[in-house]
């Protein structure tokens, strides 16, 4: 699969490095041309370029910039966007009094903004609820295959998606549409909360026993 890179920041080095990897054929673009060479280098990236020629890049683009930042440079990027799958890793956290908030409010998300602001891409909220260097593991590094949620709307674009997680070693999980992308987000918030706290979020979702076969 062809990628454009939106970003040189952790998140695009770690998961546009692990496509690259995985054998997918990946762009850097950034505002700062020296920074975009510099991380396609280190990920073995086919190209670098502007952040225009990453938008036009391939059939799925990430936008690895901060949440404050996506929606506008989707709106700037609407028309190079518009068809493609457009994969939102972003987290749009502040610290508060209690802990971590999100700063779309209870009912929004950022990925609701991209989508409204390139409204003709196929936007998908994914690979926002692990730290950048868990992407940057090789496939088997957990002993089990950790799953990835992500909402989408269009099928092809999730299909794309889950081509991406499957080739890093990861597990897809549907997790609806792109209407429940703000509950992904806010499970960020809780699980951020948790690391920072010093616990650990998996204990909180412990499985219950499968029930047993009809005789």
């Known amino acids: 699969m062809r990628i454009g890179v939106m970003g040189t920041g952790a998140m695009a080095a770690a998961l546009g490095g692990a496509w690259a990897r995985a054998g997918h054929e990946v762009f850097v673009g950034g505002r700062?041309?020296?920074?975009?060479?510099?991380?396609?280098?280190?990920?073995?990236?086919?190209?670098?370029?502007?952040?225009?020629?990453?938008?036009?890049?391939?059939?799925a683009v990430l936008l690895a910039v901060p949440a404050g930042q996506a929606p506008e440079l989707a709106r700037e990027h609407a028309a190079a966007?518009?068809?493609?799958?457009?994969?939102?890793?972003?987290?749009?956290?502040?610290?508060?009094?209690?802990?971590?908030?999100?700063?779309?409010?209870?009912?929004?998300?950022?990925?609701?903004?991209?989508?409204?602001?390139?409204?003709?891409?196929?936007?998908?909220?994914?690979?926002?609820?692990?730290?950048?260097?868990?992407w940057e593991q090789p496939p088997g590094a957990f002993g089990e295959r950790p799953a990835v949620p992500f909402c989408a709307d269009d099928p092809v674009a999730a299909g794309r998606v889950e081509e991406l997680i499957t080739g890093m070693g990861w597990s897809p999980m549907p997790a609806g549409g792109l209407d429940r992308a703000g509950y992904v987000e806010a499970t960020a918030a809780f699980v951020i909360g948790v690391w920072w706290a010093g616990g650990s979020p998996r204990l909180a979702f412990p499985e219950p026993e499968p029930p047993a076969a009809a005789a």
């Open 32 to 59: 700062d041309a020296a920074a975009a060479a510099a991380l396609a280098g280190r990920i073995g990236a086919a190209g670098h370029g502007s952040l225009a020629a990453a938008a036009a890049y391939g059939e």
């Open 81 to 134: 966007l518009a068809g493609r799958t457009v994969v939102d890793c972003t987290n749009a956290l502040e610290p508060g009094p209690g802990g971590v908030m999100l700063t779309t409010g209870p009912d929004g998300s950022v990925a609701a903004l991209i989508g409204a602001a390139a409204p003709g891409a196929h936007v998908v909220k994914a690979f926002n609820l692990a730290h950048s260097s868990m």
